[in-house]
């Protein structure tokens, strides 16, 4: 049995680690990192899937961002499930979990860089990207889009810039630098 929950911040830790093994060191040199660094996963889309034993076994997370033409949207990923658990329907479950959670809460489109056959049957396509451009290099057959809402990314033009809200600085920095 797996239960599909909120990221709670104990579960971070075994997160990070599931990416390192997931994607390996390279996943700090990828340019929707660019989008999260420094940021909050958008409220209510940061996603832990956790097993009977308390072991964390997948996630997922969506953050904010907008356009130069000024539409906003979610930013997909990363999607990580442990090895033992792929090909359980597991990565499918916290996509269907996450899509939902955003449009229950008014989102209007998510976009990613990812899989295209993989993302294609949960509605993601490269036709809502074409206008649109990352900071920094990518794939553009793997820039993709889903409108949760029809025409939420009509027009949608220019590069892609983070929103969401900034990490806060841990109190032991700030002291030290008072100092």
């Known amino acids: ?9 104990a579960d971070i830790p075994a997160r990070e680690g ?14 929707c990192e660019r989008l999260r ?15 009977a034993d308390g072991a964390l076994v997948g996630t997922l997370r969506l953050w ?8 906003e949207a979610l930013l997909l990923g990363p999607l990580a499930v442990s090895a033992e658990r792929q090909g359980s329907g597991l990565g499918s ?8 959670r955003a449009a229950a ?19 993601f396509s490269a036709g809502r990207t074409t206008a649109l451009s990352l900071p920094g290099p990518y794939e553009p057959e793997r820039f993709l889009a889903c409108e949760l809402r029809a025409g939420a990314l ?4 220019g ?21």
């Open 1 to 9: 049995m797996i239960m599909i929950r909120d990221e709670i911040t």
């Open 18 to 31: 599931l990416l390192d093994r997931a994607f390996g060191p390279g996943r700090f040199m990828k340019t």
């Open 37 to 51: 660094e420094g940021r909050r996963p958008a409220q209510g889309l940061a996603l832990s899937a956790i097993d």
């Open 64 to 71: 904010s961002i907008a356009t130069t033409s000024a539409h």
């Open 93 to 100: 479950a916290l996509m269907h979990e996450a899509l939902g």
């Open 105 to 123: 809460l008014g989102h209007g489109a998510v976009v990613l860089v990812g899989d295209a056959p993989y993302y294609r049957r949960f509605g």
């Open 154 to 157: 009509e027009n949608a033009c």
């Open 159 to 179: 590069l892609v810039f983070a929103t969401g809200k900034l990490l806060s600085v841990p109190v032991d920095i700030e002291v030290a630098q008072a100092a």
